[in-house]
């Protein structure tokens, strides 16, 4: 049975390597180039947090500082999870430090990184975010909201094109910053008091 549980994890390994490649060297372009290593830092998205922070402030007022108070615990959640618990745990390397994959990786920024692979806190922060504004404010973004989620997977696109992280890191990376937003937004939604909807918007 242990025999056969290796075998297994070996096997996914293989198949998330290979994945790896198809996005990090054959799938890549000039215009991902351009675009994914900025796509993929917090910093490039700082003018588009300021503006949404202050148009739900001037909408909402004083619900939005609740709005944002829970926000923030979402991603702080999410990042201690995956830094100090998932990362610390698996303690797998990036592939861009994988001695499996010496010389196959195209680094596409300055550097690799120290820290751990598995999981994309990349991914995970940006689900996070992308699920509890869908959560919370449908009524108001509507259909756009959906865009949120292609944001975000383009985020942990980029990570595994830029050479740090394995579609595996990203994909559950992605499961946890959604699920822990989830949580956070169910219990946001049902407090009427400080909620931008009302309990009516609960999930």
């Known amino acids: 049975m242990l025999v056969q549980k290796i075998t297994s994890l070996e096997k996914i390994g293989q198949l998330d390597r290979w994945l790896f490649k198809q996005v990090n060297s054959t799938g890549g372009n000039t215009f991902f180039d351009w675009l994914l290593p900025s796509w993929r830092t917090p910093s490039f998205w700082i003018p ?45 390397l990036r592939p861009c430090n994988d001695p499996l994959l010496a010389g196959e990786v195209l680094l596409r920024i300055p550097n690799c990184g120290t820290g751990f692979s598995f999981i ?14 869908f959560l919370t404010l449908s009524k108001w973004l509507g259909k756009t909201g959906y865009l949120l989620f292609f944001w975000a997977f383009l985020v ?30 169910k219990q946001y939604n049902k ?3 400080f909620a931008i909807f009302g309990s009516e918007n609960s999930i």
């Open 48 to 92: 588009a947090y300021v503006i949404l922070l202050l148009v739900l402030i001037y909408r909402f007022r004083q619900k939005a500082g609740w709005w944002i108070f829970f926000l923030i615990a979402t991603v702080g959640m999410v990042d201690l999870i995956g830094n100090q618990l998932i990362k610390q745990t698996f303690e797998r």
């Open 120 to 133: 994309s806190n990349h991914a995970a922060n940006h689900f996070a975010i992308a699920t509890f504004m």
């Open 156 to 185: 942990g696109y980029a990570q595994i094109y830029v050479g740090v992280h394995y579609p595996a890191d990203v994909l559950v990376g992605a499961m946890v910053g959604t699920t822990v937003a989830a949580l956070f937004a």
């Open 191 to 193: 407090q009427p008091r």
